[in-house]
T-cell receptor, first 114, second 113 residues
């Protein structure tokens, strides 16, 4: 069965600093991978997705993620964090040979200090 | 463009009561799913559907029923509410097995007392 691990429950960064949120997945074949963001009291919004091709994918709000098959990772990065980026971030894997319903990690809460 | 609409946004139930959470999407998506979100647990899949008339269980199906009579609607029924079902519930839809990007509703915050 597919699974997703987000090892960091909370991450604190200063505004303007760079950010990397970690995500590791477990799946036998090439997965579909996603990052979502959830602002307080809101639903989830897609930041970016990887299906195939270029392993560095660009998303909205200046985010990017890199798929590394050898490390089973799909880490999310942003070069300069803004206070409005404070939110909960979820990594998800959607199997390319299963139910096609995404499995989510437990989330990483991003705190941004001014 | 409404996307995925969930009702109600908030609900308080007494233990043992039943209710239905509504979910509707207007994007003609084949796939629909229900998740519950609890602190520190992420989103856990309750039930999902890959098309009208087809449903299946997810990770935490006990105490919940679903049906999918139309492409647009995917209601979630709580049969006999328990305090352990206090949670935030999200409905999501995705186009098909190729484009699996999920679109989410705004959630229903349910409290069972």
């Amino acid at each position: 069965a597919q699974s997703v691990t987000q090892p960091d429950i909370h991450i604190t960064v200063s505004e303007g600093a760079s950010l990397e949120l970690r995500c590791n997945y477990s799946y036998g074949a090439t997965p579909y991978l996603f990052w979502y963001v959830q602002s307080p009291g809101q639903g989830l919004q897609l930041l970016l997705k990887y299906f195939s091709g270029d392993t560095l994918v660009q998303g909205i709000k200046g985010f990017e993620a890199e798929f590394k098959r050898s490390q089973s990772s799909f880490n999310l990065r942003k070069p300069s964090v803004h206070w409005s980026d404070a939110a909960e971030y979820f990594c998800a894997v959607g199997a390319s040979g299963g139910s096609y319903i995404p499995t989510f990690g437990r989330g990483t809460s991003l705190i941004v200090h001014p | 463009n409404a996307g995925v609409t969930q009702t109600p946004k908030f609900q308080v139930l007494k233990t043992g009561q039943s209710m239905t959470l509504q979910c509707a999407q207007d994007m003609n998506h084949e796939y629909m799913s229900w998740y519950r979100q609890d602190p520190g647990m992420g989103l856990r899949l309750i039930h999902y559907s890959v098309g009208a008339g087809i449903t299946d269980q997810g990770e935490v199906p006990n105490g919940y029923n679903v049906s999918r009579s139309t492409t647009e609607d995917f209601p979630l029924r709580l049969l006999s509410a328990a305090p352990s079902q206090t949670s935030v519930y999200f409905c999501a839809s995705s186009r098909d097995r190729v484009n699996t990007e999920a679109f989410f509703g705004q959630g229903t915050r349910l409290t069972v007392v």
